[in-house]
C-alpha cells in the first residue's frame, strides 16, 4: 500500500522517451509499420483487446496490421505480454491529448498535470489486474518522480528510450519537428523544450544513427526485466 492507501494489484509500467520516438530498422518485423494515427492505434488497442478477453477467439501469432506508429515498442510489448497470459493496456500520451487530456496544453504546468492524471488512470488499470504501459515524453524528472511515488515500491518501472534528436528528426512522421524548427510551434520538446534523461531508469532502449534494435528486440528486452524481476504470471 502506498501513501494514499492505494494497493494496486499489479504493477504499473511507465514508459518515458528521450524525445518521443524511436528508430525502426526494417526488414523483418512480424507486423507492418504504417503511419500511425489515432483510430489506428485505438483500433489496434481494441484488437488486441479483443484478443486478450475472447476466451474462444482464436489467437494469431502476428500482431494485426495497420497499427504501429506511436508507441510501436508497447504495441510489440502489450502483444508480448499478451501472449504471456498478462493483460495489459496501452496509454498513449498521443490519444489522451484528445479525450481525457484535451483541455491540457505543453506548458510545464500542463505536462506535469497530464502526467499525473495518466499515472492515476494506471493505477486504476494496475487495480484491475493489468500492467499498464505508460506511453509520454514525460520530460521533466520531478514529474516522473511524482508518478513513481504514487505507485506502491517496484510498482512504476522506469523506460527510457535513449534516442538522438537527429534520429527523431530524420523521422518526424507529423512535421511538427519542422514546425518546430521553422518556430510555428513553440515549446517543442527537444527544440526549444527541455528534456530531462533519467538518472536512475530500470531500462534503457538505446537507439543510435544507422544502430537500432528492432521494436521487437526492444520489447523483448522488457519482457526479460520483468521476468527477471518475477512481474510476470507463469
Ligand atoms: N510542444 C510539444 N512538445 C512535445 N510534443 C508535442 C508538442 N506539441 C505537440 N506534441 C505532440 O504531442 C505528443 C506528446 O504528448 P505527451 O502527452 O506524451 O507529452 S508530455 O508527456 O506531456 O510532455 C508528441 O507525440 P509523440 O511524438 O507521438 O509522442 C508530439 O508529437
Ligand atoms: N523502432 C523504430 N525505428 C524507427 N522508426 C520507428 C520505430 N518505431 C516506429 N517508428 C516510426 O517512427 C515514427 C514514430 O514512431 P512512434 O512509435 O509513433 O513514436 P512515438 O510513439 O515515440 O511518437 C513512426 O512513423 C513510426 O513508423
Do not use: W
Amino acid at each position: 500500500m502506498n501513501a494514499s492507501g492505494f494497493k494496486p494489484a499489479l504493477p504499473g509500467i511507465s514508459s518515458s522517451k528521450s524525445l518521443g520516438f524511436f528508430s525502426f530498422s526494417g526488414g523483418n518485423q512480424p507486423f507492418d509499420l504504417k503511419p500511425r494515427g489515432v483510430c489506428l492505434i485505438k483500433a489496434a488497442m481494441e484488437e488486441t483487446r479483443t484478443l486478450k478477453l475472447d476466451v474462444n477467439g482464436k489467437v494469431g501469432d502476428k500482431l494485426p496490421n495497420g497499427h504501429a506508429g506511436k508507441s510501436t515498442v508497447a504495441c510489440a510489448l502489450s502483444h508480448m505480454l499478451y501472449q504471456r497470459g498478462n493483460l495489459s493496456y496501452i496509454l498513449d500520451g498521443d490519444n489522451i491529448r484528445h479525450g481525457l487530456n484535451r483541455d491540457l496544453s505543453f506548458k510545464t504546468e500542463d505536462r506535469a498535470e497530464n502526467i499525473r492524471r495518466v499515472g492515476e488512470v494506471a493505477k486504476l488499470f494496475a487495480d484491475a489486474g493489468f500492467i499498464c504501459i505508460a506511453c509520454l515524453i514525460s520530460p521533466y524528472r520531478r514529474d516522473r518522480a511524482e508518478c513513481r511515488a504514487m505507485l506502491p515500491s517496484e510498482g512504476f518501472v522506469e523506460v527510457f528510450m535513449d534516442v538522438p534528436l537527429q534520429v527523431c528528426e530524420n523521422r518526424d512522421p507529423k512535421g511538427l519537428y519542422k514546425l518546430a524548427r521553422a518556430g510555428k510551434i513553440k515549446g517543442f520538446t527537444g527544440i526549444d523544450d527541455p528534456y530531462e534523461p533519467p538518472l536512475d531508469a530500470e531500462i534503457v532502449l538505446q537507439c543510435n544513427t544507422g544502430d537500432c534494435s528492432t521494436p521487437c528486440d526492444m520489447a523483448e528486452k522488457v519482457i526479460s526485466y520483468l521476468e527477471v524481476k518475477g512481474y510476470l504470471q507463469a
